[in-house]
Every structure is written in C-alpha cells, then in structure tokens.
C-alpha cells in the first residue's frame, strides 16, 4: 500500500489533520523553522551578493532526522506549511534541510488551506502544487533586511547606551510613532470651552427634553469663555423657547466587514481586554484545532494572519442559510459590489471567520475555556454580522428657536435591528430616545432649566496597542504576522510601558529614538518603511528580484553606521559623580544606567555592591511642603514628578511644575510645550514660557 507522509510545522495541527485522513497517511510535525540564519553572525554574505548562509537551528537535529525517517518509508510527500510567506519558506527550508530536491523516487508537493477542515485539507491533497520562490523570496528579502538593521544598528545602541538594546526594522517606526504622539500631547494647550444646554417641559413627558445651544440661525456659535456665556443668558432672560423646524427621517448603519488581523486585535483590545499577543495566541489555537465534544478535534476559525476581507462564495451561501433559518430571510443581506482593493492589501487569503457558521459559541461554550470562548464568539458574531442587512433607524431632528439662538434637539429609535440583532461595537453602543411625534412647528416649550458647564479640549489620545495597530495599518508599515511581535518587543526592551491600556514612552526609549532619528532617520520614517513593505509585495508577486531590493538597502545603511559610530562619541553615558554618600564605605555615590534607568552605584564595587534609586532633581521646589521636587517613574517606567519627601509628601505631576504662580488663582504652573498652564484644571489658564 501506497505510504504519503504530510508535513505540518505545529504539533497541534497534527491531531486535527490525522482525523481527516486515512491509514496510510503520516503526519508529522516540524514544530516552526528548522533553519535560519547563524545568531552570532549577520548570517549572509555580502561578497556573494547577499546571499544568506542558513544552519540548523539548535534542538531541531533529533526533529529533522525523525522526519528523514518518515521520508525514507513514504512514496509522496506534502508539506501542508501556512499558507503565507513564512509557512512557504518554512517549506523551503524543509526541502534543503531533508534534501527532498535531490530524492529521484518521490514526489514532493506543496498544499496550502486556508481552513483546517476535512473538506479543505482533502481539496488541497487534489490539487498539489510546487513550492512558490517568489513568496520564498519575499520572506528571504524580509529576514535579511530586518538582519540588516538589527545587527547593523543594534552593536552602536549597545556602545553608545547599554548592552541588550536593540533596533528593529518596523519596531523602531513604532517606537517613534510613540515618541510623537508623547511629543503632540505635550505641547498641547488645553483651550477653554463652555457648553449650554436647555431643559424643556413637553406635554406627556416625565422627564424634560434637553436642547443643545448651536449658536444663531445663521452660523455656529462656541462658547470660549465664561464672559461670552453670560452675555448669551443675559440675552435669553424671559425667552420663549418655540419649535422652529422638525424633521423625521431614516438612518441606516451599516453592517460591519469581517475581521481582518487588525481589525480582530483592535476590537478584542476594545472588548476584551486582551494584547495582541494574546489575541493571536488564542486564534492560532481556534485555527489549528480545539477538542469540541461530539466532533472531535476542530478547526474552529479560518487563517488568521489576513488583511482581506474576502469571503468565499460557499462560506457566504452557508452564512445566509443560516441567518434566513435562524433570524429570518429580512435579515439576510443583499448582494454586494465588489469593493476595489487598496494596493497595501494582498488579497491572497479570506477574512478571517468560523470554519462552519452553524457551530454556533452556544455549541462549543463547553468545549473552550473562557478566553478561547469569548475570542470565537467576537469572531462568529462579526461575520455572521457581516451577512446581514444594516440596522434601520427612525430619526427626529427638532430646531428650537429662542431669542434669535438656535438650540437643536435629536433623537432616535430603532426601527430594524438588522445585523444588530447579532454583533454590536463597543464604541457604537447607542440609546434608543423616545420620538418626538408630538412636536410641530410653533409648539411653545417651556424652559424648566439652563444647565451650563465648562470644558477644556482635549489632547490627542496616547496610543493604546488597538490604536498603534490601526495607525501602523493605515500607513502600510508592517503585515498582520508583524503587528503583535513589533509591539510586544518595544515593550519587553522597555522603550515602552503599557499601562492602563495607554503606551508611554520611557525615558530609555526617549534616548533610542533620538539616536534613531538622527542617525538613521530613513529607518524611523514611516513612508521610507511602507515603500519597503510594498516593493517586498513586489518580489512576493514576482515582480521584483529580492536582491535588488537588498543591494539598495545594504550600502547606505552602512554608511550611516559608519557616520555614527564617528559621530555619537558624546552619547555615551558615562559614571557620574553624585553628591549621594554611599553608607556603607563612604564614597560618593555614581549615576549608573540599567535596564530600567538610572540608578546610584558604589564606585567601591565589587567590594561594596551598595545600590540605591536615583531621582534626579528638577531645580524646583515642592508646591506642598517645599522638599526638592525629583524625576521619578511607575513601575512600568513611564516618568512623572514627585516630592523627596515622599512618602510623606504625597506630590506628584505628569508635567514638570515650576516655580511661577498662575495669576488668576494662585495655582503652580507647569511647563506644556513652548508654553506654562496652570495646574488646576478648573482654571485653564496659560502664558508663554520665558526664553
């Protein structure tokens, strides 16, 4: 009997692919790569024209002549790898590590599926293929690349700053994302604003109607100042608040696309707390199989590293099966147009949903623990969503005039829920308002009640990792496999620290993206990464030899080292002396850096190994108890400013304070950007900073 040997890179797709195939088939596993390029080198040969030199990866000997054994007994062998770059040259490899290019009496094929089910893996059995350089290529471009710039860049950060740093092709682009987003919220001047809203009485309504002041019939009004709102109650004493215009419409929301890799981060960062690692994590599990009772082992969710939002047409047909028997044939969607794709995408897999719709979170609640069940129903409910018709609103907008002012009253019901019926956004969560039939032009509403209060605008938002992956997205910097691993770096190398979902930057990767903007600024510029990204899509699509991109990249790269390492000799950071006497032996303490900042050392060491924190004094003193006010971090890192004296002077600021009083009610300023505000925020004031 004919023997076939399948060759998978994970252990676990292993137990869900033997379910479908019969006796004389093996499966086995490679468990990832089973080579690379060396670690102690930078792992290609300039000279051969950038040729990479490639070994086996420590441990995978014992994996490797396993899978020679297994070649040895089989007639046919398919590597079933994933189906994208990474998992095409994972297959690669396989063929030079097992030598399969040089078996004469086998037949070597290459299968990819997008969906670990029975029907598609025995699909790809019948229609094998051979193994595409062109994506190998792509993925080749992409290591020797981010070799170039980790390898290159990493040895100077190491020199100039500390050892165990590092540089990244797309995490030093994220880095400075980070860095400038910090920069904005700085500089940023929160800018005075009132808001006025009119509470009126309407005939068969408990509660009052609240109107919002919009300005005159003629423009907009914003209300800067509390001397402007005066002037406008002044002008309303005794008004008569009288319906001026309404009108009834429709509102349709659409439903949502199914997830992409971005999207699926985003919205579980949102909804469900979770990283982007962890969101990847627990999908790599749904796609590569879980035990659900009654079925077996099951691939739950189709590939998950995707930036399409294709569907095919089965998937599509069974989805609306399933809605017109579940929900009803008004809920099932129409048929859409096509939408042109954006040239950052690559279209070369689906989105990313349930392998069967019909194995509903319900049936498989029990089978998954809490996360995998929570990350299954974000994704049946999204794309079940998707194939439904939009959600149909009943609106009412009523236009109140009242002594030449303009105040507008909205409200809405839902008339159809549509796809809300299933799935519905964190951030579209809407209240369903009574309607205002009873209001018509003329109507008479008397004021119960103006409620006025004062605002300030707001900075632009930190980044949270949703956030960071929908900017990196959109600029076309990275592909959905980089996002999780970019993010997770920054953050272990401590250039970033995550708290409360919010990504601040640390005083030490302030220090790495100044050396990076100086002295490698095309690296840290987000348009020269995403030109990378897509002439890597070129070599992917065989448009372009891989090399050529590398043979561009290599010199001027250098040449920056080069300029650098000349350049950057004041960057060092060197012992220095504090006025802090160590009290163990006597000496005058030394500013050290670690790896989470500065810290004051005993010179005496290795014979006192006397260690104490540092903070850093700001030359101001504490608007509390007049102690020295110091530099200090959390513990994830991000910097704020607190009292000496602490504990017992609880003092802290995000900004730095300084030694002028506000004017207007005697509170400390602090510094923001090139100007001073005042620190209490019912105040608002601020004033330009002394040269």
Known sequence: MASYLVIVESPAKVKTIKKFLGANYVVDASNGHVRDMPKSQMGFDVENDYEPKYITIRGKGDILAKLRKEVKKADKIYLATDPDREGEAISWHLVKALKLDELKDKK??????????KNAVKASLKSPR??????????QARRVLDRMVGYGISPLLWEKVKRGLSAGRVQSVALRMICDREDEINAFIPEEYWSLDAKLACEGRKTPLVAKFHGTKTEKLTIHNQGELEEILKNLEGAKYQVEEVKQGERTKKAPIPFTTSTLQQEASKTLNFSTQKTMRLAQQLYEGVDVKGRGTVGLITYLRTDSTRVAEEADAAAKQFIGEHYGSQYVAGEEKAKKASGKIQDAHEAIRPTDVTLTPVLVKDSLSRDLFRLYQLIWKRFTASRMKPAVYETTAVKIDAAGYLFNLTASKL???GFMSVYVQEDEKEENNVLLNSLEKGDILPLKELE?????TQPPAHYTEASLVKALEEQGIGRPSTYA???????????????????????LGEIVNRIMKKCFPSIVDPTFTANLEYLLDKVGDGELPWKSVVRNFYPDLMDAVKTAESELETVTIADEVSDEVCELCGRHMVIKYGPHGKFLACPGFPECKNTKPYFEKVGVTCPLCGGDVVIKKTKKGRKYYGCS?????????WQKPTEIKCPECGSYMVEKGSKLLCSNEHCGHSMAKEK
């Open 130 to 139: 051979q193994i595409d350089m062109n994506l190998v290529d792509a993925q």
């Open 485 to 507: 691993p970019t993010i997770t770096t920054i953050i272990a190398r401590r250039y970033v620290a995550k708290e409360n979902k919010n990504l601040y930057v640390t005083e």
């Open 108 to 117: 070597v094929y290459r299968i990819s599926f997008n969906e670990i089910t």
């Open 415 to 417: 008339a159809f829920d």
């Open 452 to 456: 006025h209060s004062q605002h300030f």
């Open 645 to 653: 004296n602490n504990p017992e002077c609880e003092f802290m600021s």
